[in-house]
């Protein structure tokens, strides 16, 4: 961590980074009391020092505040000439602060008072920093107020590998959160609190993107997403614990999976979301097709497979019916055929084709939803489009995520080769939802959440990024 250079003495410190002044009284054309510092010598013992042009007969009054309470505007009177003065009524293992201010007494004429400085113990120190995402660029700084008599908080800024972004913003002593509406959508943060008295500091406290930060659904939005956990779990219950605090951030109704190789894996997610769900059992290798959801948000009518002998599927797609406020909906997981061979393309082409067909002859008017990992991009073109079944009836589907297909590669799904290839699909019945400004797609940036990054999510999650859709209605 980058921390400005602070004398420190028994791990205490206080610097001069900002004036702060109260004149009161008579002031004359000599100065205040220069560079006042604070060091404590042992327990109940701090000693004040200070710089600057005396004579024999200036004195300086010390003002001193404790906690909460008003400030002693003559706390004690000190020779000026010595440039020491020592307070024993102190304690240096509790919460409350202790913050002085000195001014210079020459007769009957006073200084203003100098800038103020404080005693911080480390018991003073923010703690319990964490973040939690509120919007795509919004992020909800909270932490624990253990310091008695601050006049607030300091809060700075680390995005990604750049330097900190010192004072990035400030907060009164009133207020335990910090609202960044400018926070990056595609980058770790991190912010770092401190209490500040005056012209010092309490040590910082310091908090990261966690999984636990994560936002996207809400109570009034029908909210689905898709994600291809490669041979899941993967790194066994380090996987599982992983996927359960995403979701569970995400404040999600129905995910579909795919590649979920493991029962007992399966089972595990389940019962550390609380939700219930089902897995297909008919994929060769077993990276079967799954759906889980809460059930206090949605009520399932049924769960099937479809096309279950046709060579274009070698995962037949999985179908879930089911009720979210009042509103029913027919959600179709699907894995498409892999390989940029012709015959690999032909079959996701064959796919499409059938999907289509299917959704046409049996639910000509439901909410429909298809999503998944299909393989495929959907910007190619059309003589090689393997969705042109959808991309051509435009009135009749819409990809919600062709916004991103069609953005920035930062956002796309599959970063390993810089490829969207996870995506979900609408019916015309949903296109006054998604037009909403309430709803919204984005790819699940997970690996922002996690402190190894990239590296880590690839390791222990997947090698796809979920995407998810929010439908406001």
């Not at 610097?15 to 702060?20: H, I, K, Q, R, T």
């Not at 973040?131 to 680390?158: C, H, M, P, Y």
């Not at 605090?245 to 550390?272: P, R, W």
């Amino acid at each position: 961590m980058t921390r400005r250079a602070f004398p420190f003495f028994l791990s205490l410190s206080v610097v001069g980074l900002f004036s702060c002044s109260d004149p009161t009284g008579s002031e004359k054309d000599f100065s205040v009391p220069q560079n006042v510092a604070a060091q404590v010598l042992a327990d109940s013992l701090l000693t004040l020092t200070w710089e600057g042009e005396f004579e024999s007969r200036d004195q300086i009054i010390v003002a001193r505040k404790a906690g909460e309470n008003s400030w002693q505007n003559v706390y004690a009177i000190a020779t000026a000439h010595n440039r020491q003065f020592t307070d024993n009524q102190i304690s240096i293992n509790s919460d409350t602060v202790f913050a002085y201010r000195l001014r210079l007494i020459r007769d009957t004429d006073t200084s203003a008072f100098s800038a103020a400085v404080a005693y911080f113990s480390e018991k003073c120190q923010p703690a319990g920093v964490f973040l939690k995402q509120t919007e795509s660029a919004g992020l909800r700084v909270t932490w624990r107020d253990n310091s008695v008599g601050e006049n607030g908080f300091r809060i700075d800024r680390k995005v990604g590998t750049n330097a900190w972004e010192t004072g990035y913003g400030l907060c009164d002593s009133n207020t335990a959160e910090f609202y960044d509406s400018g926070s990056p959508a595609t980058s770790a943060v991190t912010y770092r609190i401190a209490a500040y008295s005056g012209s010092s500091f309490s040590s910082a406290g310091t908090g990261s993107l966690t999984l636990a930060s994560l936002f996207f659904g809400t109570a009034e939005t029908f909210d689905v997403m898709t994600w291809n956990l490669l041979s899941f779990p993967r790194y066994d219950t380090i996987t599982v614990g992983a996927v359960s605090q995403t979701i569970k951030a995400m404040n999600l109704d129905v995910v579909g999976l795919q590649e979920i190789a493991s029962e007992t894996g399966f089972q595990q997610l389940l019962d550390s979301l609380g939700w219930n769900g089902y897995r297909a059992n008919s994929a060769a290798y077993d990276i079967d097709l799954a759906f889980i959801y809460n059930p206090v948000s949605v009520t399932v009518d049924q769960i099937y497979e479809i096309f279950r002998h046709e060579n274009a599927f070698p995962r037949p797609p999985l179908v879930i019916e089911l009720t979210w406020n009042s509103i029913p909906f027919v959600v179709i997981d699907n894995h498409y055929k892999a390989y940029s061979d012709e015959e690999s393309q032909s079959r996701r082409l064959a796919a499409s084709d059938s999907l289509e067909k299917f959704i046409s002859t049996n639910f000509p008017d439901a909410n429909v939803i298809v999503m998944g990992d299909l393989n495929d991009l959907l910007t190619d073109a059309q003589s090689v489009n393997v969705f042109w079944p959808f991309l051509s009836r435009s009135d009749s589907y819409q990809f919600a995520d062709y916004g991103i297909a069609t953005g920035s590669s930062t956002f796309f799904s599959y970063p390993k080769y810089a490829s969207h290839l996870d995506h979900i699909l609408i019916t015309n019945e949903l296109f006054t939802a998604i037009a909403n400004p309430a709803s919204a797609i984005n790819t699940i940036l997970v690996d922002n959440y996690l402190s190894g990054g990239w590296n880590e999510y690839d390791v222990k999650i997947s090698d796809h990024r979920p995407v998810a859709l929010k439908l406001a209605f």
